[in-house]
């Protein structure tokens, strides 16, 4: 029986965000191939897997090359580092396009914006960003987070800051140890309802 995951920023080939999180890796590359293993000891090829948002950075292209070697479906909600990310049309709008067709020829089906989808007996809303917060100090991209209207919120975006945060529910690796998030985890914490969760630490 297949499963549903849950993750986002990845950040593939992206030096800087090894100064700026706890990440345990003293360079890109074995960053990479322990966050595939990670990814693959808990994900079958049957399985589907929502990454929301800043999968890579670095050389981009090179590094799409590596999504074949993550097990599963899987589908990208676009994030700010994302070169298919819409909310850079207006300035490379056909960067913006060649990029979208890059992707999902390495095998990821990309879903634009926002979206709600069902979890369990919840309708959550999907986006890279949170309703608030970052992971800097300033706040990013205020015009293009989702608005809260009171539903609970998965996101990415602000990498260690927090698990959970009311009914806003960072599925990033940061968050999570370096591992892709369970979609029955994620039901159990909505119905435990708002509460603040840390991250956990990355760990073997």
């Not at 981009?60 to 580092?81: Q, R, S, W, Y």
């Not at 990310?85 to 979208?100: A, F, P, S, T, Y």
């Not at 987070?145 to 927090?162: I, T």
């Amino acid at each position: 029986m297949s499963r549903r995951w849950w993750t986002s920023d990845l950040h593939l080939g992206h030096a800087g965000i090894l100064a700026h999180t706890q990440r345990p890796y003293g360079d890109t590359e074995t960053m990479n191939v322990d966050l595939i293993e990670r990814w693959n000891e808990r994900v079958d090829p049957a399985d589907e897997v929502y990454i929301l948002g800043d999968l890579a950075m670095g050389p981009v292209a090179e590094m799409l090359e590596l999504v074949e070697l993550f097990n599963g479906t899987k589908f990208l909600v676009p994030g700010n580092h994302d070169k298919c990310w819409e909310g850079l049309r207006r300035k490379q709008k056909n960067q913006v396009d060649r990029w979208r067709r890059s992707y999902e020829a390495a095998g990821l089906t990309v879903l634009d914006g926002e979206l709600a989808l069902q979890l369990g007996h919840v309708e959550v809303v999907v986006s890279h960003f949170p309703y608030e917060g970052d992971s800097q100090e300033v706040e990013r991209f205020p015009a293009l987070r989702p608005k809260d209207r009171g539903a609970w919120l998965l996101h990415g975006h602000v990498h260690e800051k927090w698990r959970q945060h009311g009914r806003m529910i960072n599925v990033g690796v940061d968050a999570w140890g370096g591992y892709p998030v369970a979609e029955s985890d994620l039901v159990a914490l909505i119905a435990a309802g708002p509460r603040e969760l840390p991250r956990l630490p990355w760990r073997r």
